[in-house]
């Protein structure tokens, strides 16, 4: 078996995108890789160099679009959980009223916190929340019967 221009061709397009992917980990590469293996087999086969690039564009246009949102949700990539996050379902205490589309303040975990409700509601000081959300540093709260 003699290797042509293709086939090693192929074979290095293999090892960039790889490499580029484990340097990024976009979850995009990655199915150029396949791809390239795809193709590299094709070439492999006997093909010519028409079919072989159709066969890779197909194969990593197929992965892309069908399993990298599924590999996305599975391994998280790209969502950066942060210790902000842990406080999504912590109860506070309003200690500066909330008026109806504005913020004040609550007491969470021995921090105060700017805070704001969903919708129009207002909070009077003293009463219990519920962190619902986090939007830049203000806490989304809802109120909690007591």
Wanted: proline share 2%; glycine share 8%.
């Amino acid at each position: 078996m003699t290797l042509d221009i293709a086939t090693i061709t192929w074979a290095v397009l293999i090892v960039v995108f790889t490499i580029i992917e484990a340097l990024t980990l976009g979850l995009t590469s990655i199915w150029f890789a396949v791809g390239s293996l795809a193709a590299l087999i094709t070439a492999s086969l006997g093909f010519g160099l028409p079919v072989q690039i159709i066969v890779f564009v197909i194969v990593a246009v197929i992965l892309l679009v069908y399993t990298r949102p599924i590999a996305k949700k599975v391994l998280k990539v790209g969502h950066n959980k942060t210790n902000i996050d842990a406080l999504i379902g912590q109860y506070g205490y309003v200690v500066k009223s909330i008026e109806s589309k504005s913020v004040g303040q609550v007491k969470l975990g021995g921090q105060i916190w700017t805070a704001k409700g969903p919708g129009q509601e207002t909070f009077e000081v003293d009463e219990k929340v519920e962190v619902l959300a986090i939007e830049g540093v203000k806490l989304i709260v809802r109120k909690v019967d007591k």
